[in-house]
């Protein structure tokens, strides 16, 4: 074995002897705080990132005692997150879950104080515009849909371009979830329910979709989306299907090359049509579910062709008068 092999090898057993170390040390405070979220109705998916950004402070802060722990720690770890990197959005995902586990402990008994709970978050980027596709790129795209499960993955498309649909929401659809009168029920964010009365067109593909589907063979949900193998298909496997279609269009469509583009753009793009069809933001906020209509005020500030059309009017009003000169 050479010498370079010899140390990688040496480096991954400590970084498994480390991990081993750290569950031993941190495991009655990481199963109450797991056991606290499922209580709180927090999504697998939240839970599992929470998790994720714990253990990697824990790792940090490793071996001190939880109950021995500062804000001058969570500070030095937050900090440290930045000069490797992170952004804000991470690094403010990841004092949320130091917030919510150092609560969780606090509510079990086991804690006093909330080291976190006073320490400010970064500043975002506000009105930060979104990347979203035009109507005929959009078109565009579902037409990149094919294989094996195409219904499947044209209703997946479908309802993330035209009804606005999270990954996560699309993942958590059951089949009793379209009602009767072609309406769908989804579970959003911050586990609240809202109504989206789907377009007829919509409505067929869905039907002809469960028509289709593999029944499910775990557990008594009926998921409306399901793998080749009768389970729950996966967000990432949801991600994949939206991911497949871009690389594809973007061979097709080189000006989108240096676009970022994932299955989230698609609610983009149905955001941005609402906006210019005319819909109030209001009635927008209830159809994307966001809690705050600051969120949603963000896509009246995208439309760079409503601003065109906004100065276009008043151009045959501009007076510029003529210089003269010597």
Not at 18 to 24: A, F, G, P, R, V
Not at 120 to 139: G, M, R
Not at 184 to 195: M, T
Request: aromatic share 6%; proline share 3%.
């Amino acid at each position: 074995m050479s010498a370079k092999i010899r140390n990688l090898a040496e480096v991954s057993l400590n970084l498994v002897h480390t991990q081993h170390e750290l569950l031993d040390s941190y495991r009655d405070e990481l199963d109450l705080f797991s056991i606290w979220m499922k209580n709180k109705g927090m999504t697998k998916a939240t839970q599992r990132a929470y998790l994720s950004d714990t253990m990697h402070f824990l790792h940090a802060a490793y071996p001190a005692e939880v109950k021995k722990l500062t804000k001058m720690d969570v500070m030095r770890f937050m900090s440290a997150c930045r000069e490797k990197g992170a952004g804000d959005e991470a690094r403010n995902r990841k004092l949320s879950a130091l917030r919510a586990f150092f609560k969780a402990l606090i509510e079990l008994e086991q804690l006093e104080a909330n080291p976190a709970a006073l320490i400010a978050k970064s500043k975002q980027e506000k009105n930060k515009i979104p990347s979203y596709l035009e109507e005929d790129e959009l078109e565009a795209f579902i037409h990149m849909l094919g294989g094996k499960h195409y219904g499947r993955n044209l209703c997946i498309v479908l309802l993330m371009a035209y009804a606005g649909l999270r990954v996560g929401e699309v993942h958590r659809m059951n089949v009793h979830d379209f009602q009767a009168d072609g309406s769908i029920h989804i579970l959003g964010k911050g586990r609240k329910w809202r109504v989206i009365p789907l377009p007829e067109q919509i409505q067929a593909v869905l039907r002809q979709a469960i028509e289709e589907r593999v029944g499910a063979k775990q557990g008594k949900e009926q998921p409306m989306f399901v793998s080749q193998f009768g389970r729950r298909l996966s967000i990432r496997m949801i991600q994949t299907v939206a991911d497949d279609a871009f690389k594809r269009l973007k061979a097709d469509m080189p000006s989108l090359a240096p676009k970022r583009m994932s299955s989230h753009k698609l609610r983009h793009s149905f955001a941005t049509m609402q906006i210019r069809s005319g819909t109030d933001i209001r009635t927008l906020q209830e159809l994307l579910g966001h809690a705050s209509i600051e969120t949603t005020q963000i896509y009246t500030h995208i439309d760079n062709k409503q601003l065109q059309n906004a100065m276009n009017n008043i151009a045959a009003k501009i007076y510029v008068p003529v210089q003269k000169y010597t």
